[in-house]
């Protein structure tokens, strides 16, 4: 397992940006497939975006597609999210995920989370 520290939520007005990043220690960051999901009072976690061991591949949730940009710096064990063009309806707790996998988060093969960044966007 890694453990996993987010930081980088906050409030912020419609329209506007907010990057989160998530530290890991432990484990071999760089083995790993890493996301960044999502949730809602009363809802179960959402899947946000994901990015491959390399960076190679990113994939991304409908909803945030051409807003968020998923990255990593595999020499820092830092994974990003950069959200743009923000909305009301992206106010979430944010939380970034380390998998098994190289290539793509799943929810069966996630080992380890972070404890979560509050997103709050302002209409």
């Known amino acids: 397992q890694v453990q996993l520290v987010e930081s980088g939520g906050g409030l912020t007005q419609a329209g506007g940006s907010l990057r989160l990043s998530c530290a890991a220690s432990g484990g071999t960051f760089s083995s790993y497939a890493m996301g960044w999901f999502r949730q809602f009072p009363g809802k179960e976690r959402e899947f946000v975006a994901g990015i491959s061991w390399r960076g190679g591949n990113t994939y991304y949730a409908d909803s945030v597609k051409g807003r968020f940009t998923i990255s990593r710096d595999n020499a820092q064990n830092t994974v990003y999210l950069q959200m743009n063009s923000l909305k009301p309806e992206d106010t979430a707790v944010y939380y970034c995920?380390?998998?098994?996998?190289?290539?793509?988060?799943?929810?069966?093969?996630?080992?380890?989370w972070g404890q979560g960044t509050q997103v709050t966007v302002s209409s």
């Open positions: 995920a380390a998998d098994a996998s190289r290539f793509r988060v799943t929810a069966g093969t996630i080992h380890s």
